[in-house]
């Protein structure tokens, strides 16, 4: 079965630049979008990355993402780090079946 | 503006059959997809299903089959997640949310369902 691993908690100062990655356990994770879901407590999940790199209108462009097929590895950078920035983060993807997979979700803490 | 409103709350016994809602608005509904996603008491999102309202085409993630049924009104811009008999580990809180394609990422979110099994 297709995972995606994600680290499960990262924490950074704010103003630094933080990323989180999400590792894909097989195939190529470029052969299907990735994308960042961001989760605050006691709210439901939004979106800030679709499509691998693309914002959604709303999303401060201090959030990015990325794919290195090198290392069968997404990732999403959040620079000029806030305090509002705190939250849980999930990617996402599909396996070759077209199934979705979440990644188990990383917290971010900024201290 | 896009939203999805879901329905609200649900408080039920084991055994009993549930059905949630989700409501599109602000954009053609039969033209997206609309997919399920749960999250037990303080764990991380898990893929149940998708569904195109435009010819009720739903893939279920193999985790789910058999467990739910994903229907939708395309008359009323109506997404369902169905149970027929509730378990105590159903409870969760329920996620629709809205995709231009089967196996592309979500857009916009509801606000939730938080369905709560117990005796």
């Known amino acids: 079965n297709f995972m995606l691993t994600q680290p499960h908690s990262v924490s950074e100062s704010p103003g630094k630049t933080v990323t989180i990655s999400c590792t894909g356990s097989?195939?190529?994770?470029?052969?299907?979008?990735v994308q960042w879901y961001q989760q605050r407590p006691g709210s439901a999940p939004t979106t800030v990355i679709y499509?691998?790199?693309?914002?959604p209108s709303g999303v401060p462009d201090r959030f990015s993402g990325s794919i290195d097929s090198s290392s069968n590895s997404a990732s999403l950078t959040i620079s000029g780090l806030k305090t509002e920035d705190e939250a849980d983060y999930y990617c996402?993807?599909?396996?070759?079946?077209?199934?979705?997979?979440f990644g188990g979700g990383t917290k971010l803490t900024v201290l | 503006e896009v939203q999805l409103v879901q329905s609200g709350a649900e408080v039920k016994k084991p055994g009993e059959s549930l059905k949630i809602s989700c409501k599109g608005s602000?954009?053609?509904?039969?033209?997206?997809?609309i997919g399920w996603v749960r999250q037990m008491p303080g764990k991380g999102l898990e893929w149940m299903g998708i569904?195109?309202?435009?010819?009720?085409?739903?893939r279920y993630s193999p985790s789910f089959q058999g467990q739910v049924t994903i229907s939708a009104d395309k008359s009323i811009s109506t997404a369902y997640l169905q149970w027929s008999s509730l378990k105590a580990s159903d409870t969760a809180m329920y996620y629709c949310?809205?995709?231009?394609?089967?196996?592309?990422?979500?857009?916009?979110w509801g606000q939730g369902t938080l369905v709560t099994v117990s005796s």
């Open positions: 602000g954009y053609s509904f039969t033209s997206y997809w």
């Open positions: 569904i195109y309202p435009g010819d009720s085409d739903t």
């Open positions: 949310a809205r995709s231009p394609g089967a196996a592309w990422g979500y857009n916009y």
């Open positions: 097989s195939g190529s994770i470029a052969s299907n979008y």
């Open positions: 996402q993807s599909y396996d070759s079946s077209n199934q979705g997979v």
């Open positions: 499509e691998d790199n693309q914002r």
